[in-house]
């Protein structure tokens, strides 16, 4: 009895995991956007395999995305124009919705943490 009380635990807690809504992969591609505030403009982000067009201001920077793991993320500019643009941005999420996920960003080794939110506007 155990035994079985066992086993279905298992595949509840398995296919709870494999639920795609709660998946973070879906963020992994598409068209998103970073709403004005909290020390952000207003941001529109295109990715693609592994690489980042971010739109904000009147500026269009490229990136390269390296994912860790589902939750972990690095981004390196590929056009820097300036010394803080060279490091390397440490992505990490903290909270996933329905359509968006909360992060936290640090560049390169700095102690300062940046907090906001990111909204997939289209796949």
Known sequence: MKKTILIVASLVLIISCKNESL?????K???FEIPEGKGYEKTVIIRMDTLQIERYQDRIDTLTIH???NFNYTLKMLHPKTAIDE??????ITNLKKDSYEFE??????????????FKTAN
């Open 87 to 92: 490091e390397p941005i440490h992505v990490k």
């Open 29 to 31: 591609t598409g068209t």
């Open 105 to 118: 960003a640090v560049i390169g080794y700095s102690n300062f943490v940046q907090k906001g939110e990111i």
């Open 23 to 27: 998946s973070p992969d879906r963020f």
């Open 67 to 69: 994912w860790k793991n």
